[in-house]
Structures are given as structure tokens and as C-alpha cells.
């Protein structure tokens, strides 16, 4: 196991949608890794391919060409085989369970990996943290649209995952939240973990350690804080 190096690398990775007689081209071969201690910003315009390389490093899809290459930290070669826990996905459209509470909302990846009791301590300082320990036995449809955003990065964090994807995840925040999210992704890195947050938030841009900017499902620029920092 590398103590510094990628957890995850994408090398080439390509994807497309079929709609009807016309060939959407997402991702059109992207390359990129993702290094222990790092937040890495994934920018670019709207349908630029940000959200489906995300479902794709998840594993939540399939690439049709390319490659991707886990850091055995991760506990599995593909994807599709990772182990509940080690990458966490905070999916664009929240993907919250309507019948469940925001509690057990925040729970269901302990549910899932067979232990919700000794998580329950983690779930309750997330939620406090993020401002939604009030909310624990309201429904999705009861709380606001932020509050449920910031349920959906609490249930991505509470495994503390090697590797977070969050796709966007200040959309719903204002300035406050963004920066407590923030703060708790960057908790995360500095721990040797990873966390690749899409978003449009310039605040993020500027503190990202790594910035990867999109363009019709390219990788168009990267920079570097410690490279441009270099001499
Ligand atoms: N399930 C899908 N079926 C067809 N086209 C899709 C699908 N998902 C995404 N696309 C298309 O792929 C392109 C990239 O979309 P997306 O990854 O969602 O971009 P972003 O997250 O940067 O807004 C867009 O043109 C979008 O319309
Ligand atoms: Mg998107």
C-alpha cells in the first residue's frame, strides 16, 4: 500500500449514452488519479461529464474503454466489488430513502455493513455537526432541501471512507454550510484519505489542493496547488 500515492487512477476512461439515434459522448477518455491527503476539485460547465465520471469511479456505471486502477487499500480491482465503506458516492440527486428517517437515513451504510450500534455515536456528532441532529425522526419530505444534502454527505462520511465522490455538494448550502462541508472533506484528506467533490463553488476552487476542470467529457486543464506553488 502507498502511503502517498493514488488511491484511485483513471487512464483513458470513456463513456457514452444512446438516446434514440443520437450518441452522447460523456467521458472521452479521461485520465486522472486521486492521491491520499488530497482534495481534488472536479470543475466544468453543466453536461461537461462531471456527474458521469463520478458514477463511473463508484463504480455506479461502467466505462466502455479505459481503465481503472484501485489501491489495493481499497480492498478490490474493480469497482463494481468494492466493499461497503471504502468509497463513498454523494450523488447529485441525494438518493435519500423517502421511507426512512434522517437518522437511519444517515445509518443505512452501517446497515449495509452489518453494525448500526457502534455507529451510532459517528452519526450523531455528523448530524450535529451538520446541523440536522434536530431532524433525526422527520422524513426526507419534512426537512428542507439543504438539510437533506447535508443528510446525504453525513451518510458518505460515516464510514469515513478512503474515498469520498461528492457530486456537488454545496449546490443547496449557503456560504456557512459550504465551508462546514468543506471542512469536513478536508478533515477527511488530511487523514491520507481522498475526496473528489464536483462543483461550481469558486470557495472550493480556491482551497482544492488539486483542481481538474471539465469540458465535454475531457479533461481540459488540471492544476496543482503544490506544483504552482513550485519554483
Ligand atoms: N443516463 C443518460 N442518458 C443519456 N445521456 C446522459 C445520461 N447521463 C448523462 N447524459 C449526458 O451526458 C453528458 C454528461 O452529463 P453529466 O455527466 O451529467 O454532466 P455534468 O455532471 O457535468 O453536468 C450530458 O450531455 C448529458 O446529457
Ligand atoms: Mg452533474
Request: charged share 20%.
Amino acid at each position: 500500500m502507498s502511503r502517498h500515492g493514488a488511491l484511485m487512477t483513471a487512464q483513458g476512461l470513456v463513456k457514452s449514452y444512446r438516446r434514440d439515434a443520437e450518441t452522447v459522448h460523456a467521458l472521452r477518455g479521461v485520465t486522472l488519479s486521486i492521491n491520499r491527503g488530497q482534495v481534488v476539485a472536479l470543475i466544468g460547465p453543466s453536461g461537461s461529464g462531471k456527474s458521469t465520471l463520478l458514477n463511473v469511479l463508484c463504480g455506479w456505471e461502467h466505462a466502455e474503454a479505459g481503465q481503472l486502477l484501485l489501491d489495493e487499500s481499497l480492498g478490490a480491482s474493480k469497482p463494481e466489488d468494492l466493499p461497503w465503506g471504502r468509497v463513498a458516492l454523494v450523488p447529485q440527486a441525494l438518493g435519500l430513502l423517502e421511507e426512512l428517517t434522517i437518522l437511519d437515513n444517515v445509518l443505512m451504510p452501517a446497515r449495509l455493513a452489518g453494525g448500526v450500534k457502534p455507529m451510532l455515536g459517528r452519526a450523531e456528532e455528523l448530524m450535529s455537526e451538520f446541523g440536522i441532529d434536530h431532524l433525526t425522526a422527520r422524513y426526507p419530505d419534512q426537512v428542507s432541501l439543504g438539510e437533506q444534502q447535508r443528510t446525504a454527505v453525513a451518510r458518505a462520511l460515516l464510514l469515513s471512507p478512503l474515498v469520498v465522490l461528492a457530486d456537488e455538494p454545496s449546490a443547496h448550502q449557503d456560504a456557512g454550510w459550504s465551508d462546514v462541508l468543506f471542512a469536513a472533506f478536508s478533515r477527511l484528506a488530511a487523514q491520507g484519505h481522498a475526496c473528489l467533490i464536483a462543483t461550481h463553488n469558486p470557495v472550493v476552487w480556491e482551497r482544492a489542493d488539486t483542481v481538474f476542470a471539465m469540458r465535454d467529457g475531457e479533461l481540459a486543464t488540471h492544476n496543482t496547488r503544490s506544483a504552482a506553488a513550485a519554483p
